[in-house]
């Protein structure tokens, strides 16, 4: 089967598609031949750092979330069959075949293209881990999300609208472009983060309170002004840091405001962890997607073999929502 690599060099990264065998399932395993697989920065930000030599380090499989059938199943796999259009979670997912934990997968909504279901496993999931697991978000609080273009972020917001946030903000550095989009998905603000003063312009929004809840997936650059901008007691999830991972932290406003700074990521996780954050989302959210409450945000679909220009395409921070190869 083929299967996308980033191959490491000596200036920097590069994608390539192999032959790999395709992986029998085992015990509680189905195999799934993919439809269609999603896009995500982290393959851009690894790819980045492959500035190694190729004859010492292992080229990485690439992709983590996509929609297909099943084509195969171990045994003791009960709760899907062959022929079932599914979508899920794993390592490896821009490939013509991927085999996982069986527990990973969920159906696909009837209607839905496989562009759609790839746009949604992962970002909707790491989403509901970081707002209502982590980030123990309540009906009546309200809620911001750095980066409201990613896929992350238009996820965020409509999770956020449907568990009864009483406002919604989005951060951007392109207003103008994305603006009116983040607010269809929910957002009732949206906070340009290229003017010095952004901070001010969400405590203005908040009525100077604050804002309770924030997912950021940007990191260090906006660290200082999300402080200034969280509500006392607030809660601040980390679930990405694109533009940067180091920065200072004025510990004397962490301790006024007493805001709790919470770290998240599905990399030093078990399967058994990552398995329950799979069944968790399912549970509370799989039946607003079916009902189309909540809804994948699709920007761009390429075919697989043009996967490197998809991975261009996001690197120019123009989309909105995902982008997706089709197998």
């Known amino acids: 089967m083929k299967a996308l690599f980033a191959l490491p060099g000596p200036n920097g990264g590069t994608f390539e598609f192999r032959d790999v065998p395709a992986v029998d399932p085992g015990p509680g395993q189905a195999r ?147 603006g009116e989009a983040l607010q269809a998905l929910g957002a009732d603000a949206v906070i340009d983060t290229t003017l010095h003063e952004w901070p001010q312009a969400v405590l203005e929004a908040t009525g100077g ?27 601040l999830v980390s679930v990405g840091r694109t533009g940067g991972n180091v920065a200072d932290i004025d510990l004397d406003l962490l301790a006024r405001k007493r805001l709790e700074l919470i770290g998240v990521t599905f990399r030093s996780r078990t399967e058994e962890e990552d398995v329950d954050c799979t069944r968790r989302f399912a549970e509370d959210l799989l039946p607003a997607l079916i009902d189309g409450q909540l809804m994948p945000v699709l920007h761009e679909a390429f075919p697989w073999q043009e996967a490197a220009a998809a991975y261009r395409s996001m690197s120019r921070n123009i989309h909105i929502g995902k982008i997706v190869v089709v197998m």
């Open 32 to 178: 799934i031949l993919v439809r269609a697989s999603g896009l995500n920065r982290g393959a851009l930000i690894s790819m980045s750092s492959l500035h190694l030599d190729p004859s010492v380090v292992e080229p990485m499989p690439v992709g983590v979330e996509f929609a297909g059938e099943v084509d195969a199943l171990g045994d003791g796999v009960g709760a899907v069959s062959v022929g079932d259009r599914v979508m899920g979670r794993g390592r490896g997912a821009t490939a013509e075949y991927v085999t996982l934990d069986a527990r990973f997968l969920m159906p696909v909504p009837d209607g839905w293209s496989w562009e759609e279901a790839a746009s949604v496993p992962n970002v909707f999931i790491t989403s509901h881990d970081a707002i209502v697991t982590n980030g123990r978000f309540r009906s009546g609080e309200s809620l911001m999300v750095t980066a409201g273009s990613s896929g992350v972020g238009t996820a965020s917001l409509q999770i956020a609208r449907l568990r009864g946030a009483k406002l919604t903000l989005a951060t951007t550095r392109s207003p103008a472009a994305k």
């Open 209 to 235: 309170q604050g804002v309770d809840v924030i997912v950021d997936t940007v990191g260090a650059p906006l660290l200082s002004g999300i402080l200034d901008s969280m509500a006392l007691r607030g809660r």
